[in-house]
């Protein structure tokens, strides 16, 4: 019986995907507590300041159908949202199961805008974000349980801007999703998304199956 049980928790996994100038290592504590609750954890690393959206959104469904189970939810921070909103609006892999966007621009950002008016800005944040939050932001996933986790921390470069509270100091609350989505805030800025305890937690438990 303990056997069978721990066979039909191989069947769940998830892959994590980083944002803007990020890299996995950032994903790393929420990975640790995504495998303690059951989920076989793995993580796409890809050149967010340097490449293409679409490739990059390919290289992502290539792992997803590498990885092994029966279905295989994913976790996006801010750009990696949208790079998996990309893969899912081209070619799902069949096995996807639940998505969670982490304070992902979904409908896209404000400040972002603001910093690509000039050429500078615009070198700053690189062809992906460009791509995917400014000027062919892939729509938002329609068809799956999707859990949208937003920041109310105003910590960030968003202060320069006056961008309209509440935000996590990138991101506003009303970017992250449309008005058919729960959003579930959390007292964190835009990085501290990744240490919450409390987001980990309802990560975790969505993935489970057991939010609200």
Known sequence: MERAREDTERREAVVLVH?????????????????????????????????????????????????????????GHSLGGIVIAKMLASAPPPRVGRVAFLGSPLRGSAAVRAISRNRLGRWILGPVALEGIVERRPPEPSDREVLVVAGTLPLGIGLLFG??????????????????????????????????????????AFFRGESE
Do not use: K
């Not at 495998?35 to 300041?49: D, F, I, K, N, T």
């Not at 490449?51 to 290539?62: M, N, Q």
């Open 163 to 204: 961008i309209p509270r509440p935000h996590d100091g990138w991101i506003q609350v009303s970017e992250t999703g449309n008005e058919g989505v729960r959003v579930f805030r959390s007292r964190a800025w835009h990085f501290g998304l990744l240490l919450s305890r409390r987001v980990a937690g309802e990560v975790c």
């Open 19 to 75: 944002g803007l100038w990020g890299t996995d290592l950032g994903l790393r504590g929420l990975g640790r507590r995504l495998q303690r609750a059951g989920l076989e954890v793995r993580y796409y690393r890809y050149p967010s300041w340097r490449g293409r959206l679409g490739d990059i959104a390919h290289g992502l469904r290539e792992l997803v159908e590498r990885t092994e189970g029966d279905r295989v939810h994913l976790v």
